[in-house]
């Protein structure tokens, strides 16, 4: 049985790399529940699973004398573990479905090394160990950076909603512009809990218009995408609270939409009913070709 060298196991890997991958991803997007529900793209999770492969195998002829800080491995390495970690929190992935999938990436590949390896002398046990080690560490980064980016985006948003609530403090008249993509949502729904918290709603109609205005915007962008963007108005006054959405795309016929209840396991189709629902009043008007302006009142003082 012919020996085979840890530069030979690395161009196995390289050479096979993106088969591990697709077979990794099938696994991932089957089986972890954040990944089937979330925005990340098969592809994305597909290259990331790739790159980390490449690591794990340039990584197995390392040395422990290139541990240094000039070391383009460990530099290229943490760029791609903070990359991980940052789109990983964008998206949404829970961290504990991070790990999983990583470690789907360790399970996969050692069994595709297994058996390229029986048909060569080698220590097995070795190159499993240099294996898990990389591995391992890449976890713990990953780990640790995820967390810090989780709680950065936290401190940032509550900072953004306090400003928000010393804004509210001294207007009647609030407006805020977003362009068409997606995330800016986030921003919406930020300024809507901050307005809605310092008008000193419940939590129930908090998260009731958090939500609203979301599902308006997420519509809004979806449907009626256009160069001029979202422009998101509210209106203050002792009795309620008006809040308008107006987008510039191509409009549509809005004449009973939202009144019945949609297939509650569809995965679009409820946002007008969810609006509707969720709030005293909701009115949609809207021109082809010209966009939609979406008017939704909550009652500061219940009758």
């Known amino acids: 049985m012919p020996h085979i060298s840890l530069n030979e196991i690395k161009e196995y890997i390289l050479e096979n790399a993106q088969a591990i991958a697709v077979h990794v991803n099938e696994q991932t997007f089957a089986t972890i529940e954040s990944y089937k529900t979330q925005k990340i793209s098969k592809k994305e999770s ?5 790159q980390l492969i490449e690591f794990v195998a340039k990584g197995l002829i390392r040395q422990e004398s290139d541990d240094s800080a000039e070391d383009s491995f460990i530099k290229d390495m943490i760029t791609f573990e903070e990359g991980i970690a940052s789109r990983r929190v964008e998206y949404k992935i829970d961290l504990i ?3 999983i999938s990583i470690t789907l990436v360790r399970k996969t590949l050692w069994e595709w090394l297994k058996t390229y390896l029986t048909k060569n002398e080698t220590d097995f046990f070795e190159i499993e160990k240099k294996l898990s080690s990389i591995i391992d560490r890449f976890i713990v980064e990953v780990t640790r950076r995820y967390l810090t980016i989780r709680d950065e985006l936290i401190k940032s948003q509550s900072d953004s909603l306090k400003k ?3 804004v509210v403090k001294s207007t009647s008249q609030l407006d805020l512009k977003i362009p068409c993509r997606e995330e800016f949502v986030a921003i ?6 901050a307005i809605a918290r310092r008008l000193n709603f419940c ?3 908090v998260d009731d218009l958090v939500l609203t205005i979301g599902e308006a915007c997420d519509n809004s962008i979806e449907h009626g995408c256009s160069e001029q963007g979202v422009d998101i108005h509210y209106s203050i006054s002792p009795k309620q609270l008006l809040v308008e959405i107006i987008d510039y795309g191509k409009g549509f016929e809005p ?6 209840i949609p297939d509650l396991m569809a995965e679009r ?3 007008i009913y969810i609006m509707k629902t969720l709030s005293d009043s909701v009115k949609i ?4 070709g010209k966009g939609s302006k979406v008017t939704i009142k909550k009652q500061r003082v219940k009758a």
Do not use: P
């Open 255 to 260: 004449e009973g939409k939202g009144e019945e």
């Open 46 to 50: 597909q290259d990331s699973a790739q």
């Open 164 to 166: 928000w609530e010393e």
């Open 285 to 288: 008007q809207s021109t082809v």
């Open 97 to 99: 479905d991070l790990i």
């Open 203 to 205: 939590e129930e109609d």
């Open 188 to 193: 919406a729904r930020a300024q809507a809990e």
């Open 269 to 271: 189709g409820r946002g």
